[in-house]
C-alpha cells in the first residue's frame, strides 16, 4: 500500500508526512542541535557528563585535526571501533563535520571480519579501543589504513578518574593486551592537536552525498555495506521525530524537545542505536545515558541509579537480565515514559513483567540496517499496538509478495517490501546484490515475513530464511520460541528446521533452562497446549547457552550450520 494507506490511522499527534527535505545533511542538524541546547546535557559516561556545548567543542577539535594533521578529504571513510563510551560521539561528529564517511565496527569482529570491512569500505582512518588493539595490529597490513588513533576507556574523564580507570583496565584487570603500532596517536593527543590548529574549513555536503556505509550480513552471504547518504540519515531522523510528536490521552505532547533522558544499552556500532540515540536524539537534545558493558547488570544498575530515564531502549534478552538482578527493582521508574524494544523480538512475558515492574508498557519497533534502520513503530503509552509492530513511519509506504513478487491482499502472510527516504542507495560496489533487493521503483525486499491487517498494523511473523516447512506446512520459528518463552521454566530458546525423512523438515527446539530440573516432557506439554501438532519440536536440546549477536539477538544461522 502507499503512504497514503495509513492516514489517520496513527497515534494522535503523529503526522501522516513529513518534509523529509528540511535540512540538506545530518552536520546542519547536529551543529543546530549544539546552539540550540548548547547548555543541556548530551551524553554521560562512567559518571561524567558532557553538554552539547562540551561535545560541540571537542569535536570540533577533532574536525581540525583531521583536516590539518591528516591526508584525509571528504568522501574518505573513517571506521570507528568502540564500545558506548563519551569519545564515540566526540569522534563521530567531528568526523561529519570533516565531510568524512563513517563505517561504523563491531568492536567484537574476528581478525577476519574486521579486515573484510575494512578492505571492502577502503577504510583510510580508524578510531579504537585500545583493549583491541592486537587485533588492528595484525590487521593492519591487509588494510588502506594510514590514520590511526587508539583510545582508553577513561580518555574523556576528568583527570583523576581517567588515570585511575585507565590504570585500572591495564595494569590491574589487564584488559589492554601489549601491541605496538608505529606512527599511532592517542585520541588525547589529536585533540590536542587540533585545539592547536586552525578554525575547521566548512565543507558543503549534498544530501546525496555517503554518510555511512552500514555493514549488515543483509538477507545473504558476507557482510555488505549498505550506502545510506545524508538524505537517507535526516529523512530517518524527521520521521522518527515525527513519531515523538504523539500526544497522551489528555491532549498533551508526550515527548518535549531537550527534556528527555534516554538509557543507550545497545551499542553505537548498530545501526538501531546509532540512529535513535546518535541522530534523533541528538536532533532533540536530549540526554543519552552511555552503558559500555550493559552484559554487567551490577554497574548498569549503578549508571542508572542517579537519573530518572524518560525512555528506555533495548531488547528482550537485555530487559531480562536486568529483571533478574535484584537491585533493578529498586530504581526509580516515575518519569519512565516509554520503553523501546527492536532488534529482535519481543517475548510476550517479558513484556508483562517488565510493565509490572516499571510501569511502562513495551513498544516495538521495526528497522532495518537497509533503511537507516527506522521503518514501523508500535507507538507508547496508551497507544501501543502491543504484539506488533505497528504503522509505519509517515512517508514510508509498505506491501506484503508472494514469492513470486506479486503483492498479496491485507492480512496474508508474505515478504515484507518497503519504500521511502530512508531506504539505502545500494550495497556498496555490489550492484547485483542490490538488483535483489532493490527494484526499479525504489522498493526494498526486507526478508522478513509480515501481515499487514485492515487497521494498518504490521506484525512480523519471521525471517524467510527462517521458516520451517513441515509436511508442505509453513512453520514459524518466532511463534514457537514466544510460546516455548511463556514457560517459567525457560531462559532462552530458538527453533530452526532440521531435515526429516518423514516430513521434508522438523522442528529442532534449543533451550537454555532457569534450573536443571526442566523437563523435556514439561516442554511438549506446555506446547501440545497453544500449538497445533505439526508445529511442536520433534526435538529438543538443552544448552547452557545460545549463540548470540552482542545486541542479543539469537544467531538461528549458526545452529543451522552445527547440524
Not at 573513517?78 to 569522534?91: F, S
Not at 586552525?198 to 555495506?225: H, R
Not at 498494523?457 to 519471521?462: G, L, Q
Request: net charge neutral.
Amino acid at each position: 500500500m502507499q503512504q497514503e494507506f495509513w492516514n489517520g490511522l496513527r497515534a494522535p499527534g503523529i503526522p501522516d508526512s513529513v518534509d523529509v527535505a528540511s535540512f540538506d545533511n545530518v552536520g546542519e542538524i547536529i551543529q543546530q542541535a549544539f546552539k540550540r541546547y548548547a547548555q543541556r546535557p548530551a551524553f554521560t559516561g562512567i559518571g561524567h557528563t558532557l553538554s552539547y556545548q562540551d561535545v560541540d567543542q571537542l569535536s570540533d577539535q577533532f574536525c581540525r585535526y583531521l583536516q590539518h594533521h591528516t591526508e584525509l578529504q571528504p568522501g574518505d571513510r573513517i571506521a570507528i571501533q568502540m564500545a558506548n563510551l563519551l569519545q564515540y560521539p566526540v569522534v563521530l561528529y567531528g568526523a561529519i563535520k570533516a565531510g568524512l564517511v563513517i563505517v561504523n565496527t563491531n568492536p567484537l569482529y574476528t581478525e577476519r571480519e574486521m579486515q573484510h570491512q575494512f578492505v571492502d569500505a577502503g577504510v583510510k582512518a580508524l578510531v579504537y579501543m585500545n583493549n583491541f588493539g592486537d587485533k588492528v595490529a595484525r590487521v593492519l597490513p591487509q588494510t588502506q589504513i594510514k590514520t590511526l588513533i587508539g583510545t582508553d576507556v577513561g580518555d574523556l574523564l576528568p583527570t583523576g578518574k581517567r588515570l585511575m580507570i585507565n590504570f585500572m583496565m591495564r595494569y590491574v584487570k589487564k584488559m589492554v593486551p601489549a601491541f605496538s603500532i608505529p606512527g599511532q596517536l592517542s585520541l588525547r593527543q589529536a585533540l590536542k592537536m587540533g585545539q592547536q590548529s586552525e578554525v575547521a574549513k566548512v565543507v558543503t555536503v549534498k544530501a546525496s552525498d555517503i554518510a555511512a556505509l552500514q555493514y549488515t550480513g543483509g538477507t545473504t552471504g558476507v557482510a555488505k555495506g549498505a550506502v545510506l547518504s545524508h538524505a537517507n540519515l535526516v529523512a530517518n531522523m524527521v520521521q522518527i521525530n515525527a513519531s515523538l510528536q504523539q500526544y497522551n490521552q489528555q491532549g498533551q505532547s508526550i515527548f518535549n524537545q531537550g527534556e528527555e533522558v534516554l538509557v543507550a544499552p545497545l551499542p553505537f556500532y548498530h545501526i538501531y542505536a546509532f540512529t535513535v540515540h546518535l541522530m534523533s536524539a541528538a536532533f532533540n537534545g536530549n540526554h543519552n545515558i552511555l552503558i559500555a558493558n550493559p552484559r554487567d547488570t551490577d554497574l548498569f544498575i549503578r549508571a542508572l541509579k542517579p537519573w530518572r530515564p524518560t525512555i528506555f531502549v533495548g531488547l528482550n534478552t537485555l530487559f531480562v537480565a536486568l529483571m533478574k538482578n535484584p537491585k533493578f527493582k529498586a530504581l526509580d521508574f516515575s518519569a519512565l515514559k516509554a520503553t523501546n524494544s527492536g532488534g529482535t523480538a519481543l517475548a510476550e512475558d517479558t513484556a508483562k513483567r517488565w510493565a509490572a515492574l516499571t510501569g511502562s508498557t513495551i513498544g516495538e519497533g521495526y528497522g532495518l540496517t537497509e533503511c537507516s534502520p527506522v521503518v514501523c513503530t508500535s507507538g507508547c503509552g496508551d497507544f501501543v499496538n502491543a504484539r506488533s509492530v505497528g504503522l509505519p513511519l509517515p512517508n514510508t509506504s509498505l506491501k506484503v509478495v508472494n514469492l513470486q513478487g506479486r503483492e498479496l491482499p491485507l492480512g496474508q502472510p508474505g515478504e515484507l517490501c518497503v519504500k521511502g527516504p530512508q531506504v539505502m542507495q545500494g550495497y556498496w560496489n555490489k550492484p547485483e546484490a542490490s538488483a535483489e533487493v532493490l527494484d526499479e521503483q525504489g522498493w526494498f525486499r526486507t526478508g522478513d515475513i509480515a501481515i499487514i491487517d485492515d487497521k494498518g498494523v504490521v506484525s512480523i511473523v519471521d525471517r524467510l530464511k527462517d521458516m520451517v516447512i513441515v509436511s508442505g506446512f509453513n512453520v514459524y520459528p518466532t511463534e514457537i520460541e514466544d510460546v516455548v518463552l511463556n514457560h517459567p521454566g525457560v531462559e532462552h530458546a530458538a527453533v530452526i528446521g532440521v531435515n526429516d525423512d518423514k516430513t521434508g523438515e522438523a522442528v529442532k527446539l534449543f533451550v537454555v533452562p532457569v534450573n536443571p530440573e526442566l523437563s523435556k516432557e514439561s516442554l511438549l506439554e506446555h506446547c501440545r497446549q497453544q500449538l497445533t501438532g505439526y508445529k511442536i519440536p520433534k526435538i529438543i536440546e538443552f544448552r547452557d547457552e545460545l549463540p548470540m549477536t552482542p545486541v542479543g539477538k539469537v544467531l538461528r544461522k549458526e545452529l543451522r550450520n552445527e547440524q
